[in-house]
Nanobody, 127 residues
Framework: QVQLMEFGGGSVQAGDSLRLFCAAF????????????MGWFRRTPGKEREFVAA????????DYTESVKGRFTISRDNARKLVALQMNSQKPEDAAVYYC????????????????WGQGTQVTVSS
């Protein structure tokens, strides 16, 4: 089990940048049997939570939803148990509650079905 907490959300203007962070609270975030894959997801009112970005435990594999490719970058610091999402050139349609998720299975993260979720952080983008 992994406890996750997001922070860094806020209000920005279209075209601005914002970085989100997710802190993982577990002594087993990195283990000899494999690290947790991590991901970012977002949900807007009336819609289902959607996949945004994923990173494997060793950070050698990343994946993004098409709409954020070239603008968002996911990264992780396993020593500090942090995962970041750098969001550049933000658009009004990026506004959402952003969630962090973790699972030992990378594909579960890509499918937006990780076992562990954070509480979410709000991102507002004004045009």
């Amino acid at each position: 089990q992994v406890q996750l907490m997001e922070f860094g959300g806020g209000s920005v203007q279209a075209g601005d940048s914002l970085r989100l962070f997710c802190a993982a609270f577990t002594p087993t975030f990195t283990t000899t049997s494999g690290n947790y894959a991590m991901g970012w997801f977002r949900r807007t009112p009336g819609k289902e939570r959607e996949f945004v970005a994923a990173i494997s435990g060793s950070a050698d594999t990343v994946d993004y939803t098409e709409s954020v490719k070239g603008r968002f970058t996911i990264s992780r610091d396993n020593a500090r148990k942090l995962v970041a999402l750098q969001m550049n050139s933000q658009k009004p349609e990026d506004a959402a509650v952003y969630y962090c998720g973790a699972d030992r299975n990378f594909q579960a993260v890509v499918r937006a079905k990780p076992l562990n979720w954070g509480q979410g952080t709000q991102v507002t983008v004004s045009s």
